[in-house]
């Protein structure tokens, strides 16, 4: 969109606020609530390149829509879900750290009630850039997926020696589950212990809310989620916690299993 188009798109967003209505496409509301420069800075090189592809692909929206202040919401919020579906949008609405924070958690349940919305809009910029589809693909794989894929791609004879150790001198873990761990660890020794510890979490809350009224009968080893205590501790020995910090996390996860637990046996009655 070019500077002109763009102050056009700013004045009617103005008289929109101020209680009228105005004409704006897809292609200005996106222009709008899309920080670039806060997405270069604040984004990996992976996910910039994606919130950029998907920032030019809605920029040739350009039918127009007559909106008061509620369609402009409901417009940009749908826009808003697709971008979030690629990287925390926070980081790139052009509002400051806390600001971002508080809008986010203020237009989490219109995101949620609008989600087909988003994914109806994000369908037909995919038909027509197909490009865009491999922006997504991540999204569909788990994260326990994701980090096998990580240890395949960095495959070495340290890696398959150490989850042998592991799986040999365990009697409830599964070997998948100790692969998924040890990307843990490979991402620890590349990009520091602040991203290991995020995809933990993620890995960790997969696990936890894997477990449905259908398998609570299952045995222990089927259940990854009990094995949480254990990869805590192993975390110590390879630099990544603290003593302290390990018993914290572990406390941490084993309330949560209780409280996921406790959540399916009361929807079980």
């Given at each position: ?236 020995p390879n630099g990544v916690l603290t003593n302290e910090e390990c018993d914290r996390l572990r406390d941490k996860y084993v309330s949560l299993i209780a409280q996921h637990t406790e959540k399916i046996l009361s929807h079980k009655q």
């Amino acid at each position: 969109m070019g500077i002109i188009s763009g102050f056009r798109a700013i004045s009617k967003l103005k008289k929109i606020q101020a209680g009228g209505k105005e004409s704006l496409s897809i292609a200005d509301i996106t222009n709008l609530i899309i920080n670039l420069p806060d997405a270069s800075k604040n984004l990996s090189k992976d996910e910039y390149e994606a919130v950029y592809a998907l920032f030019c692909a809605l920029a040739k929206c350009r039918s127009n829509m007559v909106l008061d202040i509620a369609g402009y919401y409901e417009e940009a919020a749908t826009v808003i879900g697709i971008f979030n579906q690629i990287a925390p949008y926070e980081k790139y609405s052009g509002m400051d750290k806390t600001e971002a924070v508080f809008f986010m958690n203020g237009i989490k349940p219109i995101l949620e009630e609008i989600q087909p919305k988003s994914e109806a809009l994000l369908n037909s910029i995919k038909a027509i850039n197909p490009k865009i589809e491999q922006y997504f693909l991540l999204q569909k794989k788990s994260v326990e997926d994701l980090l096998k894929q990580i240890v395949d791609t960095y495959d070495t004879k340290e890696a398959e020696e150490y989850i042998n150790y592991l799986f040999d001198n365990s009697h409830f873990l599964k070997r998948e589950h100790i692969k998924a761990f040890y990307g843990i660890l490979i991402v620890n020794h590349l990009h520091g212990k602040a991203k290991a510890l995020e995809l933990l979490d993620k890995l960790f809350m997969e696990w936890i809310e894997s477990e449905t009224k259908e398998n609570l009968s299952l045995p222990l080893e089927e259940k990854p989620q009990y094995s949480i205590g254990f990869f805590c501790g192993v975390l110590v020995p390879n630099g990544v916690l603290t003593n302290e910090e390990c018993d914290r996390l572990r406390d941490k996860y084993v309330s949560l299993i209780a409280q996921h637990t406790e959540k399916i046996l009361s929807h079980k009655q």
